[in-house]
């Protein structure tokens, strides 16, 4: 079974560490081509900020280039191949994107091997991927609150969003450069972090200099000239794409799958009525908690020992797919007054498993998570 769907460790590894660092704040595969820097009128970076969280936006559709190079071990890597959040932190991915209101939106995910939907249209939410003919719909409640966001961002907005409302004291604020993205002239806004401690360096976001939406979004890591990760657009149009965009009739051959209100979508392996792992009440979940604050935060999990696989070498698994124990074997032992585990480590995130049952995880040098292991 796949290392994502059996166990709650490995679940944490990816799909978390991606989240602390967008939202807690290697070369990439290439960068977005470089243009000559435009001329623009002055704005401050006070003025910026006010200007992206005001704009008005009244639909868009676009095509999104997604890179990362987080500078996974490469068993993770084998992993990846069974996983599509773990596929989404490594290599380089096109999506097409559609937004017409706060009620219709469309992302799809486009690759070799098929296409992947996330379509909203009012109340009805549709997820549908070519490759297994399989769909899911939910029925939203009138505020749609319960919808759960992609774990990595689909668009430069909302990766910018994230890092924005995690601006505090703990960063720095400035302009950047002028640039071109996708035909439209931009501002830029660089995010530091003051706290050394940190291995993000900067996080630049390009701000249409029109209409003061982001439309590209680059992390850094430390000593890097190259972004670790990045979501840009290549093309942008911003008419309000029509609404037959987001009517999704399932094509003939098609499972579809009914969930309740109350139910997740599919993300992570459990299926239409089944907790996640990390959810309370599931077998093996523990507490979930913070420590320390803004770009130096560690989320420290407290696991079931009985859940955490045992290391043990080995190859891949059915389908090319690592198991848990292989993954874990393959991850280099650490250890000190805190204790001993295993250290995940990339360019932008390190991840401590212990082996008293506890996983930590940041955007952090492994210093820190041994601090914070040692309480």
Excluded: C
Excluded at 220 to 229: C, E, G, K, S, V
């Amino acid at each position: 079974m796949s290392v994502l769907r059996s166990r709650p460790v490995l679940r944490w590894l990816v799909p978390a560490a991606a989240a602390v660092t967008v939202i807690g704040g290697g070369a990439a595969i290439g960068t977005f081509a470089a243009q000559a820097e435009p001329s623009l009128p002055p704005r401050s970076a006070a003025q910026l900020l006010v200007d992206i969280q005001t704009a008005r936006l009244e639909g868009l559709s676009g095509t999104v280039v997604q890179r990362a190079d987080l500078g996974l071990p490469p068993l993770a890597g084998l992993a990846a191949g069974g996983n599509d959040l773990l596929a989404l932190a490594t290599g380089t991915h096109t999506l097409r994107v559609w937004h017409s209101g706060p009620d219709r939106q469309r992302v799809a995910l486009v690759d070799t091997l098929g296409e992947r939907n996330i379509v909203r249209d009012g109340r009805d939410l549709w997820t549908y991927d070519s490759r297994t003919k399989s769909a899911t719909h939910r029925t939203l409640s009138d505020s749609g609150e319960e919808q759960v966001p992609p774990s990595l961002p689909a668009t430069p907005k909302e990766a910018a969003d994230a890092a924005l409302a995690a601006i505090d004291p703990s960063t720095e604020v400035s302009v950047g450069r002028s640039a071109t993205v996708a035909g439209r002239d931009a501002y830029e806004l660089v995010l530091k972090p003051r706290d050394e401690a940190s291995l993000i360096d900067q996080i630049r976001v390009a701000v249409d200099a029109e209409e003061y939406v982001p439309l590209r979004f680059e992390v850094f890591a430390d000593a890097a000239d190259r972004p670790a990760f990045e979501v840009a657009f290549t093309q942008i149009d911003y008419r309000r794409p029509d609404a037959d965009q987001f009517r999704f009739n399932p094509p003939p051959g098609t499972t579809v799958t009914e969930q309740s209100t109350g139910d997740k979508p599919d993300r992570d392996g459990s299926g239409p009525g089944r907790p996640s792992a990390d959810e309370p009440g599931h077998p093996g979940a523990g507490d979930v908690t913070s420590v320390g604050e803004g770009w130096t935060t560690v989320v420290v999990a407290e696991l079931d020992t009985d859940e955490v696989p045992k290391p043990e070498a080995g190859d891949a698994g059915p389908g090319g797919v690592v198991d848990a124990p292989a993954l874990i074997g393959g991850l280099p032992e650490v250890s000190g007054d805190w204790g001993k585990g295993r250290l995940f480590s990339t360019k932008l995130v390190n991840v401590l498993l212990t082996d008293d049952g506890r996983l930590l995880a940041g955007a952090v040098t492994p210093e820190r998570l041994y601090q914070v292991a040692k309480g």
